[in-house]
C-alpha cells in the first residue's frame, strides 16, 4: 500500500507561482511512475505532467505546458510540480497519482494505482 499525501496548495494571484510537493510512504519509490491531475468544480479530473520511474521522461498537458515543470527526488521519496505563471483557469483541486512498476509516464487515469487526497490550488485576483 502506498501512501500519498500533497501539500504546497492555496491562493495565489495571476501570473504568481507555487510549487506542490506529493510525498510517498513507500520504500521502493523508485519503482513508480507518477503523475499530477487536477479537478475543477464540474469537471472531470484531468491529467497534468507525469513523470517516469527514473525521472528520465516527462510529460505534460497542452494546457500547462511551458509553464509547469513536474520533478522527482527518489531519496526523499517526493515528487514536485513548480507552477509558474498561473492563470485563473488553473484553479482545481490537484491530485498526486502513483503507477506501479518501472513503466514510463501515462496520462490515463485508470492507469494509477493509488491517489492522494489533493490539495486546493485558487488563482484569483
Known amino acids: 500500500q502506498v501512501h500519498l499525501a500533497e501539500s504546497g496548495g492555496g491562493w495565489v494571484q495571476p501570473g504568481g507561482s507555487l510549487r506542490l510537493s506529493c510525498a510517498a510512504s513507500?520504500?521502493?519509490?523508485?519503482?513508480?511512475?507518477m503523475g499530477w491531475f487536477r479537478q475543477a468544480p464540474g469537471k472531470e479530473r484531468e491529467f497534468v505532467a507525469g513523470?517516469?520511474?527514473?525521472?528520465?521522461?516527462?510529460y505534460y498537458a497542452d494546457s500547462v505546458k511551458g509553464r509547469f515543470t513536474i520533478s522527482r527526488d527518489n531519496v526523499k521519496n517526493t515528487v514536485y510540480l513548480q507552477m509558474n505563471s498561473l492563470k485563473p483557469e488553473d484553479t482545481a483541486v490537484y491530485y498526486c497519482a502513483a503507477r506501479q512498476g518501472r513503466v514510463g509516464v501515462s496520462t490515463a487515469i485508470d492507469e494509477y494505482d493509488y491517489w492522494g487526497q489533493g490539495t486546493q490550488v485558487t488563482v484569483s485576483s
Open positions: 513523470i517516469s520511474w527514473s525521472g528520465g521522461s516527462t
Open positions: 513507500v520504500r521502493t519509490f523508485r519503482s513508480y511512475a
